[in-house]
């Protein structure tokens, strides 16, 4: 079955700086990798999706890239904020499926 | 802007009651899923329903587990004899109205809690 790792469990970082988050699976490559963010207690509020056939997407200051070769998704946030601080989340949706699969979460700790 | 509501946003219940657990999906939207989060865990898949049938369901969806689209905005997720290991958050999402693959609109969560 497909696996889903995200690099680490939290990631601590200066305010201003980029945080790079990192998803990996394994098995078959998804159509479609999504990434979200969830607040303590809430549900995941969708951020963006990339297309197995697109490299690199980006809203404002956030990027996602997708290497299907490596089975790899970066997540960069730059000039990062406090209110940035959240757990993100990498789901990834199979082909000829139509629910997603999640990954465990990084959390972000952005210090002012 | 749309979203998806579920009530109640906290339920206890004693173990073996049958609990009820409520959404409403965004009104055009074709595809509708239970999640579950336990405390501390990743976000898990139990259920999706299409066209007024389960599509899809995960090992963790079983007989103790059913779903239903009473009328046309309530889908209801209803777990028959509550165990303790069924404590967790309860995500109701939606997502797809039509077009190409897009993203899940997730409600706030029902958190359960059995005792």
């Known amino acids: 079955s497909q696996k889903i790792e995200q690099n680490s469990e939290a990631l601590n970082i200066q305010e201003g700086k980029t945080a790079t988050l990192t998803c990996n699976y394994t098995?078959?490559?998804?159509?479609?990798l999504q990434w979200y963010r969830q607040d303590p207690g809430r549900g995941p509020v969708f951020l963006l999706l990339?297309?197995?056939?697109?490299k690199e997407k980006r809203k404002e200051r956030l990027k996602v890239t997708f290497d299907t070769t490596l089975k790899q998704s970066l997540f960069h946030i730059t000039a990062s904020q406090p209110a940035d601080s959240a757990t993100y989340l990498c789901?990834?949706?199979?082909?000829?499926?139509?629910?997603?699969?999640f990954g465990s979460g990084t959390r972000l700790q952005v210090q002012p | 802007e749309p979203e998806v509501t579920q009530t109640p946003s906290h339920q206890v219940t004693q173990m073996g009651q049958e609990v009820i657990l409520r959404c409403v999906p965004i009104?055009?939207?074709?595809?509708f899923y239970w999640y579950r989060q336990i405390l501390g865990q990743k976000v898990e898949f139990l259920v999706s329903?299409?066209?007024?049938?389960?599509?899809?369901k995960s090992e963790i969806f079983d007989d103790q587990f059913s779903v239903e689209r009473p009328d046309g905005s309530n889908f209801t997720l209803k777990i028959r004899s509550t165990k303790l290991e069924d404590s967790a958050m309860y995500f109701c999402?939606?997502?797809?109205?039509?077009?190409?693959?897009?993203?899940?609109?997730f409600g706030q969560g029902t958190r359960l809690t059995v005792v």
């Open positions: 999402a939606s997502r797809f109205d039509g077009r190409e693959n897009t993203e899940a609109f």
């Open positions: 098995n078959y490559s998804p159509a479609y």
């Open positions: 990339i297309r197995e056939n697109e």
């Open positions: 789901a990834l949706d199979p082909p000829g499926r139509r629910a997603l699969t």
């Open positions: 009104s055009n939207h074709l595809y």
């Open positions: 329903f299409y066209n007024n049938e389960i599509s899809e």
